[in-house]
Nanobody
Framework: QVQLVESGGGLVQAGGSLRLSCAAS????????MGWFRQAPGKEREVVAT????????YYADSVKGRFTISRDNAKNTVYLEMKDLKPEDTAVYFC??????????????????WGQGTQVTVSS
């Protein structure tokens, strides 16, 4: 069993930055691919970024390429999402997710086994 707890969300002006963290419990973090997803009101959950278990492979949604960076620290059981140049359309609840196997990430949220409770990110114009 893996428990995920997100933090770092908040209210920021357009053009600003935030850093989200997702702390994981359990011994399997270092072998789990991780993903960040977001869901805005009235919209489906969508992928933001994913990272493989080793950290060597990363995927970004087109809408965040060049602005967001996903990283992980397996020694701290934590995955991060660095967000820069935030836009009002980035406003959403952000979730982290863990995938047991295989060890590469996927943009499909249905292939993740564990989810955090989410953290709100609000970008004002």
């Amino acid at each position: 069993q893996v428990q995920l707890v997100e933090s770092g969300g908040g209210l920021v002006q357009a053009g600003g930055s935030l850093r989200l963290s997702c702390a994981a419990s359990g011994r399997t973090f270092s072998t789990s691919a991780m993903g960040w997803f977001r869901q805005a009101p009235g919209k489906e959950r969508e992928v933001v970024a994913t990272i493989s278990a080793s950290g060597s492979s990363r995927y970004y949604a087109d809408s965040v390429k060049g602005r967001f960076t996903i990283s992980r620290d397996n020694a701290k059981n934590t995955v991060y999402l660095e967000m820069k140049d935030l836009k009002p359309e980035d406003t959403a609840v952000y979730f982290c997710a863990a995938r047991r196997l295989p060890t590469i990430g996927t943009p499909n949220p249905y292939e993740y086994d564990y989810w955090g409770q989410g953290t709100q990110v609000t970008v004002s114009s």
